[in-house]
Nanobody, 125 residues
Framework: QVQLVESGGGSVQPGGSLRLSCSAS????????MAWIRQAPGKEREGVAG????????YYADSVKGRFTISPDNAKNVLYLQMNSLNSEDTAMYYC??????????????????WGQGTQVTVSS
């Protein structure tokens, strides 16, 4: 079992920044990859950033490249998502996810088997 708890969401103005945190506990040695996945009202889930745990390689959705950065604090079992230059289309529930399987792609939500409860990000004037 792996438990994931997100924090750091909130309401910001366009152009603002937020840093989301995901604290992992349990059998974390089983994790191959982790990702941040969001879902906005009326839209399907979108993988925005992912990281392979073994080599640290990262991948980003085109919609967030250059604005979002995924990074770990391995000593604390925490995964961060730094979000800059936020706009209204970034408004969504953001979930931290982990997979104990070997994946061909980091950004496919249905391939993750561990999920946090989500943290809301709202970007508005």
């Amino acid at each position: 079992q792996v438990q994931l708890v997100e924090s750091g969401g909130g309401s910001v103005q366009p152009g603002g920044s937020l840093r989301l945190s995901c604290s992992a506990s349990g059998y974390t040695n089983s994790v191959y990859s982790m990702a941040w996945i969001r879902q906005a009202p009326g839209k399907e889930r979108e993988g925005v950033a992912g990281m392979w745990q073994r080599d640290g390689r990262t991948y980003y959705a085109d919609s967030v490249k250059g604005r979002f950065t995924i990074s770990p604090d391995n000593a604390k079992n925490v995964l961060y998502l730094q979000m800059n230059s936020l706009n209204s289309e970034d408004t969504a529930m953001y979930y931290c996810a982990a997979s104990s399987f070997r994946l061909s792609s980091l950004l496919v939500p249905d391939q993750y088997n561990y999920w946090g409860q989500g943290t809301q990000v709202t970007v508005s004037s």
